[in-house]
């Protein structure tokens, strides 16, 4: 594969960009946002394939399943930190969406390159996790030939996991092992090869979409509103109280009794509220409701 890598769309050195050391600081940033434009274009190009990943995704973390993201360098970083930010979001378990990155937690913040030509240490660390056939593993890499993220997506395939190719480049080695190859043509950076930037960008945008609507159609928002957040600090705190005001029209003082009463559960604070309901009732309101406040409201009968 080494051999094909200069030809790859993200490696391109664009003649167009030759000079740009000759350029003022405000011809470079007027050039790189130009550039940075095209990158939401290029993703409403793999739009079906997002959607088809979700709808699967979905379907296998409502029986348990996990979201498993692999990468490295950039697209490892972007994984374990679009990882990260569900459990604080969205109130979900440690564990239940991972991020993998190549050379391990050291490598988030010190760049260990050469751990991404090892595929099979991603095989070993989703053993270690015992990989299952209900969970989804997403292979991030914006060359799509990345031997870490392979060999993960290879092993999940080979289990009945579902394999997720998440490339910057048409016809990738990666989405050769893919169940849904979501291929998001950035192509050549200003700065050649550089991916962490419009490829890096379209992964974020990528991945944003993939864990955030994975999590509503799980019932994890209301609305447009975060009712699962965990309630962890002054900020959270308040932003709580505010998400219970919008839902419930309820005053400021109303939303923070009930966020104490449930017990910084705002979720459940809102059907309490809606419900007019101790905390109890709304919780078992909720759970029959697979955890759902507007399917736990029309239960009730209310609108």
């Known amino acids: ?94 564990g239940v969406v991972i991020g993998l990155i190549a050379g391990g937690d050291i490598a988030l913040r010190k760049g260990i390159e050469g751990a991404e030509d090892n595929r099979e240490s991603s095989v070993q660390e989703l053993k270690k996790l015992k990989l299952s056939n209900v969970d989804t593993v997403v292979g991030i890499a914006a060359s799509g030939r990345t031997p870490y993220a392979i060999g993960a997506m290879e092993y999940a395939k080979s289990i009945g996991a579902l394999s997720i190719a998440l490339t910057c480049n048409p016809n990738s080695e990666m989405s050769k ?51 699962d957040l965990q309630v962890t600090n002054v900020k959270l705190r308040d932003r709580a109280i505010r998400i219970i005001q919008a839902a419930t029209q309820a005053d400021a003082k109303t939303a923070e009794e009930a966020l104490i009463a449930s017990n910084n559960q705002v979720k459940v604070a809102i059907v309490m509220l809606l419900l007019q309901v101790p905390r109890e009732v709304a919780e078992n309101a909720l759970n029959e409701a697979n955890s759902k406040v507007r399917e736990a409201i029309k239960k009730a009968g209310n609108p």
């Open 177 to 227: 092992y893919a169940d849904v190859a979501i291929e998001v043509d950035t192509g050549p950076e200003v700065l050649a090869g550089s991916t962490r930037m419009k490829a890096g960008t379209a992964q974020k945008l990528v991945l944003n979409m993939i864990s955030t609507v994975t999590m509503i159609n799980l019932g994890k928002t209301f609305g447009n509103l975060m009712v």
């Open 1 to 94: 594969m080494a051999e094909n890598i200069g030809k790859l769309n993200t490696e391109t050195i664009d003649p167009r960009y030759s000079q740009i050391d000759f350029l003022s600081t405000s011809e470079l940033l007027k050039l790189f946002n130009e550039n940075d434009q095209s990158v939401s274009v290029s993703v409403s190009k793999v739009l079906p394939q997002i959607e088809q990943t979700i709808l699967e995704t979905t379907k296998r973390m409502s029986q348990g399943g996990r979201l498993i993201y692999v990468g490295a360098g950039t697209s490892g970083r972007l994984g374990v930190l679009d990882a990260s930010e569900c459990i604080p979001t969205f109130s979900i378990p440690e």
